[in-house]
């Protein structure tokens, strides 16, 4: 037999109680994700931007995708050929779960757009859908912006 079992029985017990309490203290000490809290603009239904030519500058509204969860629609604006901001007109907030999401999703979908200057983003983790139809939104605005 082996020695643990064998001669010091309390030893294993000692052990395993070790053994749970440094777990839950690792457990305990971990920290939840928290998503910012950000002020979002309400999404106004049917807004069509005009293309304005003010100094190089052109914004441009993206078809509506129809999501899972709801429409998601995006407004660009270009100055002189670069993308300098992008505005959700609409997303799925329908309940506490979608606002919390998307409050966190369409901000982050929005830098990283600026910073691509392209279609051609990550998907937010948690956020598959609102994901895609951003991007196909962003990338139709950004075809008609390119005619």
Do not use: F, W
């Amino acid at each position: 037999m082996h020695a643990l079992r064998k001669i010091h029985p309390l030893r294993r017990i000692v052990l395993a109680s070790a053994t749970t309490v440094s777990g839950m203290v690792l457990l305990l000490s971990l920290k939840p994700h928290t998503t910012p809290d950000l002020a979002l603009p309400a999404p106004s239904a049917g807004a069509s931007a005009p293309s304005g030519s003010v100094a190089g500058t052109r914004t441009v509204t993206g078809e509506s995708t129809q999501t899972r969860y709801g429409p998601v629609q995006v407004r660009i604006t270009l100055k002189d050929g670069r993308l300098t901001d992008v505005t959700a007109l609409a997303y799925p907030q329908q309940n506490p779960r979608d606002q919390q999401i998307n409050g966190y999703a369409i901000p982050r979908l929005r830098s990283e757009t600026l910073s691509a200057q392209s279609a051609d983003i990550d998907t937010v983790s948690g956020a598959t859908y609102t994901s895609e139809g951003y991007r196909q939104s962003l990338q139709s605005a950004l075809d008609s912006a390119s005619r």
